[in-house]
């Protein structure tokens, strides 16, 4: 297995070794970073590379002239912008030049990267950084077959497209997939992640931390078939039901931020010490927060039970001498320190939000789950919890430590080799670019009908078909299934399905999956072809002869949980 990397800061291997130092690295598994791996291949190895284009453009008059032992140069605008990077290997020859301002100079726009051997001839050109990573990606992988898996929404953003037939591609999804869950199910999505929500079809395999957002994610059709379930892996802390702990002491591990909502175990923790006298919480962690959230403790009167520790290396073991711990976040991808807590026998005491709590939390058994934000409720737990009898609080750490077990790495290893079994490197079917042409569309106070004739090489059977709508500003995106006959695509879409979107402009396609094949087609469209009679959303042609919308009265979000 190799980790691939992408960073400049880390062609020195540096980090590899801390970590293999520290016992994190198995000897079967390498790190290659693609700057580090570039700046060590023979000149031979280099025309692995395939640029862009045929013809390779002229660079030489941009290249900016090594002025120190750095190995790297910039070139900045007036107001401190990136307009080149140029990096040299240790001897001082040039090995990429990459230019940012190639349609004006001293403007960003336009890029030209351009890879030299070390005889400072050019190897190849690249428009996008996307294309040179996949060049490079080529170059590593070859012909072999691989599982090429992502595990960054950045790395998700650069890669989804990357479609070959030996590489199964995968995409790993940590956190919320929405931006505020509170609004709904069909609201914005994460900004960060847009780009891989967006294009989730692209990848043969999805892979969600808890079976709750797996389903939340299929109920908002983002993905087709290829969403599923694995676990992040949690360490056995060989916890012990018999342990000798203060049925008092809590323990809390989050980062002292607005998300975590920690002033809520603060007031649960001072309500339940006026019913329990002597309840503490220790609370591992540090953020922007942590000034206001010690002057509250002090205000409250408990500064002596709540401790802020501040960021502490290790603090999941301090799990192995509490008796409960407390999660109160807003969202989680699954809630790590849930799992961390019962593996030491610790019990948890959480918010049923989404996600984690409800998928590993068996509530009264080996935790308990509270509802979302009641901080009075979770007083009278972590209250009750304390004044149990030490055999029902022992069956509960039995519990607990049982139900971590699911999430030790033999399980999730086996679950991660389940998911790729069910993978197949069937050949992928050449996509040239398809067409889809409006027949005709109503928009109505309801719904928007529409009629789309296709022409694509995953007719006249695709998998899945689906409207597709993505607004112009922020990350609101969605799709929705349709019906093919033929090549005729029909779709019949509610208008509350645009409801949290504001007042603003969304583009309009449409998807086709069939297998491993995955292609979105933007829909053309003539003015005369389109009947509006809606207040809300008008739909009209653009310019360039595209289907769009103009949300003209934005109303109010609708929760769609």
Partial sequence: MEIL?????????????????????????????????????TDRKLSDMRGEYEEIQNPFDDVLPRTGNSWTETRTSADGAVLQVDRYRDNGTLLVSDRQDVRKRGHRGGRRITLFDSKRLPVGQWSTARAFYHSWLDSVLASKKAFLISDSSFAGGLVHDYRRDNVILCQVIHSHFLRDPSRGLYSELSPDKLEILSHLDSFDLVVNLTDQQRKDMVRSQLASSNLRAVSNITSDLRGSPD???DPRHGAMIARLVRAKRVSDAVSA?????????????????????RDDLEARTERLGRAGLITFHGHTPGAKQRFLNASFSLLTSRSEGQGLVILESMAAGCIPIAYDIRYGPADIITDGVDGFLIRDGDTNALADVIARFTTMSENERRAMRE???????????????????EVFAEQSFDALTPLSRGVAELVGATSTSDVIDIAVEIDSPLLPSPEAAYFVWKARKGSHFGRLAGLISGTRFNAKIPLSCFSSIPRGLIDISVDLVDGRDFQRIRVSSEDSLIENSSDHLALYSTAHGNLSARIQIPTQSVNNT
């Fill in 5 to 41: 990397t992408l960073s400049p800061e880390m062609k020195d291997g540096k980090r590899e070794r801390e970590l293999r130092t520290d016992g994190l690295l198995d000897r079967r598994v390498k790190i290659r970073n693609v700057w580090a791996d570039l700046l060590t291949r």
């Fill in 269 to 289: 923790i001072h309500q339940a010490s006026e019913k329990v006298p002597g309840i503490t919480l220790d609370v591992y962690g540090d953020g922007e927060g």
């Fill in 399 to 417: 519990a607990a430590l049982h139900r971590a077990s699911d999430f030790f790495a033999n399980r999730i290893i086996s679950r991660w080799g």
């Fill in 243 to 245: 342990a000798a702990r």
